[in-house]
């Protein structure tokens, strides 16, 4: 499956983004998806998490309550609502999906990832 996440862009602090992965093929719901990041100089890290039928997410702590992640598999697209953004959160946001809701699981396929940047 090929994966293409867009979205992002440049947001005041308190602000709001909605990103959207494409995924090409028709095994899109066979795969659990997720949503990771990397801001610069950091390792590339877990944001969210979500199973094939749509019905259990997960998610890291540091955006537990802010970001939603969410699936229309009808569209095979998964998107992540970035609410309360925090300049923390600046990063580049990418796609991945893969065979169950674990960070490691999740890291079948890439998508070329999506710059966010929070400012202050």
């Known amino acids: 499956v090929q994966l293409q996440a867009f979205g992002g862009g440049l947001v005041q602090a308190g602000g709001f983004l909605r990103l959207s992965c494409a995924a090409s093929?028709?095994?899109?719901?066979?795969?659990?998806m997720g949503w990771f990041r990397q801001a610069p100089g950091k390792e590339r890290e877990f944001v969210a998490a979500?199973?094939?039928?749509?019905?259990?997410?997960y998610y890291a702590d540091s955006v537990k309550g802010r970001f939603t992640i969410s699936r229309d598999n009808a569209k095979n697209t998964v998107y992540l609502q970035m609410n309360s953004l925090k300049p923390g959160d600046t990063a580049v946001y990418y796609c991945a999906a893969g065979g169950g809701l674990t960070p490691a699981a999740l890291q079948h396929y890439w998508g070329k990832g999506t710059q966010v940047t929070v400012s202050s």
């Open positions: 093929g028709r095994t899109f719901s066979r795969y659990a």
């Open positions: 979500i199973s094939r039928s749509g019905g259990s997410t």
